[in-house]
């Protein structure tokens, strides 16, 4: 079993030393796994006069980061505009309806596919940013939010009530969900990554939907 003579810590007492199983959880794998690793070389390891692994958190964390899969930009792995809106155009080509929020005249259907691309951008964006870019984050929902309050008193304007506005809303933000599950699955995203994009969208998502709602209500007051 791979051996240091002596612990670092004796060297440097701010050194910090785990024991087998946390360790692991730092790490992320099973102590099972750890101790193979630790027997194989692949990680350094002190053992007690008693028997006992010891392993440096500093090395742990580096270890865990190498192993943390890369975020790659959704339009790298297919997530782009364009790819939602052919999802979109599937999907209501499916149920037999206009593409998009609204209907009516042809100029207006147009209006609301390019607002509704303009959301989609703007989603992206967001969803990409990540939690480290709060003002990235900011400012492509802030985008979004203009968006679905234009949308809201555009609806109201027209005449449609907001039962049938928001159940409009609602179908409308199936496809993008559903297809940004999709290319996770397809590009074996990370599960954890998939899990915490979906939750992200889904919250967004909920969020620009009491948007439009207000939006719509004050229009129509």
Do not use: C
Not at 68 to 84: D, K
Not at 166 to 179: D, G, K
């Amino acid at each position: 079993m791979p051996s240091a003579p002596a612990p670092a810590s004796r060297r440097n007492p701010a050194a910090s030393w785990l024991s087998l199983g946390p360790a692991a959880r730092l790490v992320g794998v099973d102590p099972d796994t750890l101790r193979r690793w630790a027997d194989a070389g692949q990680v350094d390891v002190f053992t007690t006069p008693g028997g006992h692994r010891r392993f440096e958190r500093r090395a742990l964390e580096r270890m865990r980061d190498a192993r943390r899969p890369q975020v790659r930009p959704l339009s790298s792995l297919g997530a782009t505009p364009e790819r939602l809106s052919r999802a979109y155009r599937r999907s209501y080509e499916a149920r037999g309806q206009a593409i998009g929020l609204g209907g009516g005249h042809a100029d207006d259907r147009e209006a609301y596919r390019k607002d509704g691309r303009r959301l989609v951008e703007a989603l992206l964006a967001h969803l990409d940013a990540g939690p480290a870019d709060a003002r990235g984050r900011e400012s492509s929902e802030a985008a979004a939010a203009q968006l679905v309050d234009d949308l809201g008193r555009r609806l109201a304007a027209n005449g449609i009530g907001l039962t049938d506005a928001v159940a409009q809303f609602v179908v409308a933000r199936r496809p993008f969900l559903t297809e940004l599950g999709a290319i996770g699955r397809r590009r074996t995203l990370d599960p954890a990554h998939l899990a915490s994009l979906y939750e992200d969208a889904s919250a967004v998502l909920d969020r620009l939907l009491l948007r439009f709602i207000a939006a719509h209500e004050a229009q129509a007051a």
